[in-house]
T-cell receptor
Framework: DAKTTQPNSMESNEEEPVHLPCNHS???????IHWYRQLPSQGPEYVIH???SNVNNRMASLAIAEDRKSSTLILHRATLRDAAVYYC??????????????FGKGTKLSVIP | GAVVSQHPSRVICKSGTSVKIECRSL??????MFWYRQFPKQSLMLMAT?????????EQGVEKDKFLINHASLTLSTLTVTSAHPEDSSFYIC?????????????FGDGTRLSIL
């Protein structure tokens, strides 16, 4: 699996935007970029995913660099409920077979009231 | 939508007991289901992958006779920890996905915290 690199931790003030970076310099052309988050004592939650273009959904936005070697998850207004570990994961699409999410250490986001 | 229900949420039992954990996709049919284990302050580790009606594929180092996986239908998978010992105490999380492509999100249950005394 292509590896991703994320900062161990980040802090944000409540109601401010948060930009969570992820480097994936060895990404291949068909790898999807997935983001998940895990709140304490819960299973992970799907946040967003994309391939080349920027993506928006009700939870967040995903900005993908033109060369796809990095991406940024954007939370537009952080709330206390957004405090979690955020995982950036590459998922390979070869059209068949099994696709496994391999979790790294992620970024622990703390939100300050 | 895309809800995965996992039961029970917490189990405390004596050493030597076998424990079964259920994972259901409530509003979709899961092509593939996954089982993960997470120790305190660590990330999730994939234990096995299973497709409906097929035998599970276990990750290296995971004993298939210890962790029995049954994926009987497109909405139900079970993990049985046989003859559990204290070292099996962990947070077990199931996950389900529709389809095989990288363009499909994976949906997770809320986990089962297993404590073996």
């Amino acid at each position: 699996d292509a590896k991703t690199t994320q900062p161990n931790s980040m802090e944000s003030n409540e109601e401010e935007p948060v930009h969570l970076p992820c480097n994936h310099s060895t990404i291949s052309g068909t790898d999807y970029i997935h983001w998940y988050r895990q709140l304490p004592s819960q299973g992970p939650e799907y946040v967003i995913h994309g391939l080349t273009s920027n993506v928006n959904n009700r939870m967040a936005s995903l900005a993908i660099a033109e060369d796809r070697k990095s991406s940024t998850l954007i939370l537009h207004r952080a709330t206390l409920r957004d405090a979690a570990v955020y995982y950036c994961i590459l998922l390979r699409n070869s059209g068949a077979g099994s696709y496994q999410l391999t979790f790294g250490k992620g970024t622990k986001l703390s939100v300050i009231p | 939508g895309a809800v995965v229900s996992q039961h029970p949420s917490r189990v405390i039992c004596k050493s030597g007991t076998s424990v079964k954990i259920e994972c259901r996709s409530l509003d979709f049919q899961a092509t593939t289901m996954f089982w993960y284990r997470q120790f305190p302050k660590q990330s999730l580790m994939l234990m096995a992958t299973s497709n409906e009606g097929s035998k599970a594929t276990y990750e290296q180092g995971v004993e298939k006779d210890k962790f029995l996986i049954n994926h009987a239908s497109l909405t139900l998978s079970t993990l049985t920890v046989t003859s559990a010992h204290p070292e099996d105490s962990s947070f077990y999380i199931c996950s389900a996905r529709v389809g095989f492509g990288g363009n499909q999100p994976q949906h997770f249950g809320d986990g089962t915290r297993l404590s073996i005394l």
